[in-house]
């Protein structure tokens, strides 16, 4: 071989290697560039999913965080970044957030050491926000053990909400104890107090006896009144409305406790607003709301720890189509754990025999059925402050009722000589009670125990009822009620006819409403019977007579 051919043998090997060399890297190149492209692709779609992530996260309302094991803020969505300010990331979470930080380091802790997840409900640090909060642990690479994860959910409002579903609950099944037992003493009730009104009116009494039954008289009264103040508070609605001014109301109320404010030594501030517009509704009912919160306003005052003169307030004005009662004591406040109880029947603090807790439930379903409001405007060791918002009434024709009607006093009972009256009441005691009431000089009684028995009185009897007086939920052997039977058969004598009924169901209500005859309500006093009596009575004379 010589070296020539050495020569060309050696160049075509340097040039093969050559060409394979760049053969080589311009494969390589070429993939090296498809690998450039493909992970820059791969990184633009990793910015972008973490940017929807991070979008996601952000519009979330409840604050998301992941914590180091310091409990440390290291990442957090804009919700919990905003609640954090100024602090931000690098923030201690538990002292940041929580009224109570050590239960929130425990939980963490927990968290970290089992490796579950836990959940709890905590005060916040600011206001008086209530934070349920979740944490789980961060599952990653051992080298950062002890990260979590929280969520942050503000439960304030729902816990609010549950509690006031639970309270209308309990509300309603005690209205529904109150209207069974209130009820069920209505009729005995009745005819205690009306066969004892009778008889103290009687002059033949001697005087000691008269005491006794005067002292029966007021104690049937009384009982009388707590029977009232159940049935309104089971009641959804108020009774008899009418167009109240509430700062004359408010003024009554409190003429009611003068008493009360002198044996006590309470001052009372007085500031009413004149010419406010009147609200709807019952007159009675309200009053009582407003005995009740004065009559607690004063026991407070009166117990005055430090030696502030015992004072209560009252005032009424009127705001944005609202009427207001605002009563106010220098009392000591109510203290947190008694103000969620307050609104609950049988709630009391007082001492046996003071207290029945029943004022302020009551008082709150009257409200409540007023399309009203009643609340705790602000206590403390300063004193408390009770507001009664009700709707400004507004006739539908002319705008608001700025000058109440302003009814009161009692009309006596004229005779109607010769006035033939009808009872039904399967209730001896109440037939006996009413029976004592309409007799005498020339007026003729029938009592009738049964609906059939009366039936047959007016079909066969031939005489010309001028009053009747019916427990309409009597019924006849068919069992078709009483009332219903007398509108139907007997229409003349529906503007003749008082229907006394202790159902206090609303149903009821709607029914004796379309019977359209003249309703009174059990415990009734004997002066609510006459009084309807005796306008019935004369009615019925004028129009014998064609007078108006
Ligand atoms: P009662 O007065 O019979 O206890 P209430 O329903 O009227 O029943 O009141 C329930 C409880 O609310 C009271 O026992 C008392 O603890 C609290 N309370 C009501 N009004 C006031 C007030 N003005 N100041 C302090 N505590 C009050």
Redesign the pocket.
């Known amino acids: 071989m010589t070296l020539w051919d050495v020569v060309v043998i050696g160049l075509t090997i340097t040039a093969v290697g050559l060409a394979f060399y760049l053969g080589v890297q311009t494969a390589y190149r070429r993939t090296d560039q498809k690998l450039v492209l493909a992970n820059a692709r791969l990184v633009e779609l990793l910015r972008q999913r973490r940017e929807q992530w991070e979008t996601v996260f952000d519009t979330i309302t409840d604050g998301i965080a992941v914590l180091n094991e310091k409990h440390e803020v290291q990442r957090a969505n804009r919700a919990l970044l905003d609640t954090l300010e100024p602090s931000g990331t690098g923030a201690h979470l538990c002292e940041t957030l929580f009224a109570t930080p050590t239960h929130m380091h425990d939980l963490l802790r927990t968290v970290t050491e089992t490796g579950t997840r836990h959940t709890m409900t905590a005060p916040a640090r600011q206001g008086s926000r209530q934070l349920r909060v979740t944490v789980a642990p961060l599952r990653e690479q051992t080298t950062r053990k002890g990260r979590t994860v929280v969520v942050i959910e503000d439960v304030t409002e729902r816990q609010a909400m549950q509690g006031r579903l639970i309270h209308n609950e309990r509300m309603a099944a005690v209205g529904q104890l109150a209207s069974g037992v209130a009820h069920e003493l209505n009729n005995p009730l009745t005819s205690i107090g009306g066969l004892a009104e009778l008889l103290v009116a009687r002059e033949s009494l001697s005087g000691r006896d008269l005491e006794h039954l005067s002292v029966i008289n007021e104690q049937a009264t009384r009982a009388k009144k707590i029977v009232r103040n159940l049935l309104a508070f089971a009641r959804p609605g108020p009774d008899e409305m009418a167009d109240i001014d509430l700062s004359k109301l408010s003024k009554r109320a409190a003429q009611l406790i003068e008493y009360d404010l002198r044996l006590r030594k309470v001052d009372l501030e007085e500031d009413y607003s004149a010419d406010l517009p009147a609200v709807r509704g019952d007159r009675h009912q309200l009053q009582q709301v407003v005995i ?2 004065l ?3 004063v ?3 009166e117990q005055n720890a430090d030696n502030r003169r015992p004072v209560v307030q009252i005032n009424t004005g009127v705001n944005d189509g609202t009427a207001y009662i605002r ?1 106010f ?1 220098t ?5 947190t754990a ?1 103000l969620k ?3 609950t ?1 049988f ?4 001492d046996t025999g ?10 709150y379903g009257i409200v409540k059925g007023h399309k009203g409001t009643l609340i ?1 405007e602000s ?1 403390g060791v300063e ?2 402050t ?1 507001k009664l918002d009700l709707p400004v009434y507004v006739d539908d024709a002319s705008g608001p009722v700025s000058r109440p009607s302003d009814s009161g006093g009692f009309q006596v009972l004229p005779r109607a000589p010769g006035a033939n009256v009808l009872i039904v009441d399967g209730d001896p005691a109440i037939r006996r009670t009413i029976e004592t009431l309409f007799s005498g000089e020339d007026q003729k009684v029938d009592a009738m125990a049964s609906a059939d028995q009366a039936i047959e009185k007016l079909t066969t009897g031939g005489v010309d009822y001028d009053l009747v007086i019916a427990d309409p939920r009597t019924a006849t052997s068919q069992g078709e009620s009483f009332a219903e039977r007398l509108v139907n058969q007997w229409p003349a004598l529906k503007s003749k006819t008082v229907l006394v009924t202790a159902d206090v169901r609303p149903e009821t209500g709607r029914w004796l409403d379309g019977l359209g005859c003249r309703v009174l309500r059990k415990p009734f006093n004997i002066n609510e019977l006459l009084k309807a009596a005796s306008e019935m009575m004369q009615d019925g004379a004028s129009k014998k007579t064609g007078t108006n």
């Open positions: 009740n919160l009559t607690n306003a026991q407070a005052a009563i004591d009392g000591a406040g109510i203290p008694a109880n307050i609104f029947p709630f009391t603090t007082k003071k207290g029945t807790g029943l004022g302020l439930s009551i008082s705790v206590t004193g408390t009770f």
